[in-house]
């Protein structure tokens, strides 16, 4: 039962039904009550009547039949016990009374009977209490009936008022299913009902963000292409050499030039997925992880590379130091924090790594690190470095350093900036070893 | 002809150099704004290749300042932003043509040629002068009809002299608009080159102006 309408017209209907019959059950309990004193009333004053007429006047015929509704029925006994009178000869009444009212039960259901003794005889009259019941139950259904009568204009007065009250629910529903998938302008909420108004706000808040975040990515692929045309022009360039190459020394400079600028693309081409798969995974899949293992996997993978460049690539401090976070990222995190550093550095140059808890003042020598401590990743190379006034700029897509070779994506800051966003950290540029080349160093939270 | 490149990308700039230098053209390359400024303040060019996303100062910059000191110097625009805008903003910071990256390298030749032919006064592709056919494009040259093999050396200083035909041009001029940065030059270079064209074109072809320089025999 999804439809509000329905669901409204139940729980009303149901409330109405259930509150007639509480009114009825009610009005039948007060009209059984004054049907009570009602009856008791006459029961008592025809007992106290018939008790100051003499004997033979009641064994007349005098005696009113009793009025079928009433159903009185009286007994006479002489004060020896034997039955005198009966006016109509009932089935299965008590043969003896008390005094006063009491109420019997019998097999014709319960009698409501009154004794009084006179100077000779004992005079019982009694009656059946369905005859008050009869009257109550009159009485009540006869307020229930109108009530009942009315129900299907009452269902049908809710399904309308119903289907007005959502009307403007309707009209949004119909905003937004024929709005453009492009259109992120907000949904108007003049003339909404305060109910609806909460959900339209949300909505348009959402709007917004989504507004914002298709922005970004419009800008990011207009980047993106942007960028991809410097390798692409490159590769085009390097292809017309190739096939002017007379020579076979020109062809194979040709050919290593083409390669080249073909693992760039390639490059590029990885980071900007790189990129992209980075900006939805933000806040899922987290675990605590350790930092220090993490950064000895990317080292191991990158000793190869550092060896082509003879750089001296290898972890200088490591201690146990977790992290909540995504493994994937942070790996690639730190690739591209290595890959960087070995990019750059001069042939025998040296590259460090190091994964430790942060805030080394802090007593956090509990086994495994686990303490309220960060971590800290830390990669210093003895390369060129990074000017100054350039350290803010490098962390913008697409930013390269002027004059940088070989040239890069301009991403791999970018990422490694975005994936520290995305785990809380902060990341910092310093001067490397000895006062030259780069120290990045990414400071996480406590995980 | 002496071409300087301006582009901040090592491996475009590195294909557009070899490729041109195939074509015959002697190239000269710089990576910024500044260092373009720079030597275009000290040294003749031809024509200047200019990319405008450059580190340091914007090719543009460098475009407008160079028109402002009333340079005529033949300017071809290459660049990735393909926005009408700012195609009509190079062209109008003083630009003589605009190609959008990626382009190919022989359109990229076809245009300088173009635009050389166009600041040497003539609507021709072929220069002809005294029944010597030069065709930039090609590369062929004939006399009578007949074709002559030429070194790319000889080439580019046949064209040299017969961008003005009559016009004197001396040795170091020469030197410096055949020769590119980094190039060795043999002391004699320019005879040789010289004693060279006149075997294959006739002795009286290039006329030596004592104590001056060279031109073509200018026609009668």
């Known amino acids: ?447 | 002809m002496r071409l300087l490149l301006v582009e901040d990308d090592s491996m475009i700039g590195e294909a557009i150099r070899t490729g041109l230098r195939r074509d015959g053209f002697t190239v000269d390359w710089v990576h910024d704004g500044d260092a373009a400024e720079e030597v275009l303040r000290t040294q003749p060019f031809d024509l200047l290749l200019l990319d405008l996303g450059l580190p340091r100062k914007g090719g543009l910059q460098v475009l407008q300042r160079l028109r402002a000191r009333h340079e005529t110097l033949p300017v071809l625009i290459i660049t990735a932003r393909d926005a009408v805008s700012d195609r009509v903003q190079g062209l109008d910071a003083g630009a003589d043509d605009y190609l959008v990256k990626p382009f190919d390298l022989d359109e990229l030749a076809a245009r300088i040629r173009a635009l050389l032919r166009r600041k040497s006064g003539r609507t021709a592709p072929q220069v002809e002068h005294l029944g010597v056919m030069l065709d930039p494009a090609t590369h062929r040259v004939t006399r009578e009809g007949r074709d002559i093999a030429l070194s790319p050396r000889e080439f580019a200083l046949l064209q040299l002299l017969l961008e003005r035909p009559g016009n004197i041009l001396s040795r170091a001029q020469i030197e410096e608009r055949l020769y590119g940065w980094g190039e060795e030059v043999e002391s004699n270079a320019v005879e040789v080159h010289i004693h060279a064209l006149r075997r294959k074109l006739g002795a009286d072809f290039i006329v030596t102006v004592r104590g001056v320089g060279y031109r073509v025999r200018p026609a009668a």
């Open chain 1, 1 to 447: 039962m999804t439809s509000l309408r329905t669901r409204l017209l139940v729980w009303l209907l149901g409330g109405v039904v259930l509150l007639g019959a509480a009114g009825a059950w009610i009005v039948y309990r007060n009209a059984l009550a004054e049907a009570d004193a009602f009856f008791d009333y006459h029961l008592r004053e025809t007992a106290l009547l018939l008790r100051d007429q003499p004997v033979q006047y009641m064994l007349g015929p005098a005696i009113p039949p009793g009025d079928a509704d009433y159903d009185f029925v009286v007994q006479v006994w002489s004060l020896d016990g034997i039955l005198v009178y009966l006016s109509r000869p009932h089935a299965v009444l008590p043969a003896i009374t008390t005094l006063g009212f009491s109420t019997a039960s019998t097999s014709e259901g319960r009698w409501r009977v009154y004794g009084v003794q006179a100077v000779t005889r004992v005079i019982q009259v009694a009656q059946p209490m369905r005859v008050r019941e009869r009257q109550a139950a009159d009485l009540a259904l006869r307020t229930l009936v109108p009530f009942a009568l009315l129900m299907p204009l009452l269902a049908i007065l809710i399904w309308f008022a119903v289907g007005h009250a959502l009307r403007p629910l309707q009209r949004l529903t119909q905003l937004v299913k024929t709005r453009k998938e492009t259109a992120l302008d907000p949904l108007p909420d003049a003339r909404l009902p305060t109910e609806v108004q909460p959900l339209v706000s949300a909505l348009n808040d959402l709007l917004q963000r989504l507004g914002a975040v298709l922005e970004r990515e419009r800008g990011f692929m207009a980047d993106a292409a942007h960028e991809l045309r410097t390798p692409l022009t490159a590769l085009h360039l390097q292809m017309s050499t190739l096939a002017r190459a007379g020579t076979e020394a020109e062809r194979a400079d040709a050919m290593a030039r083409l390669s080249a600028g073909v693992q760039r693309a390639i490059r590029l081409v990885e980071q900007l997925l790189a990129l992209a798969q980075q900006e939805p995974r933000v806040g899922s899949e987290r675990a605590k992880l350790r930092l220090d293992e993490l950064a000895r996997d990317v080292v191991a993978e990158m000793v190869p590379v550092a060896d082509a460049r003879h750089i001296d690539l290898g972890i200088c401090a490591s201690e146990p130091a977790t992290v909540l976070g995504d493994a994937q990222a942070l790996r690639t995190l730190i690739r591209n924090l290595v890959d960087n550093a070995v990019r750059y550095t001069p042939e025998g140059g040296t590259v460090d790594v190091s994964a430790m808890a942060s805030a080394p003042s802090q007593p956090i020598h509990a086994p495994g690190g686990v303490g309220q401590a960060g971590s800290l990743l830390r990669v210093v190379d003895s390369g060129p470095g990074i000017a100054e006034q350039e350290r803010s700029r490098v962390f913008d897509r697409f930013y390269r350093q002027p004059g940088t070779s070989p040239p890069g994506s301009g991403l791999g800051l970018a990422i490694v900036k975005s994936i520290a966003d995305a785990h809380g950290a902060s990341v910092a540029l310093n001067s490397g070893l000895a006062g030259r080349g780069l120290a990045v160093t990414v400071s996480f939270p406590p995980g």
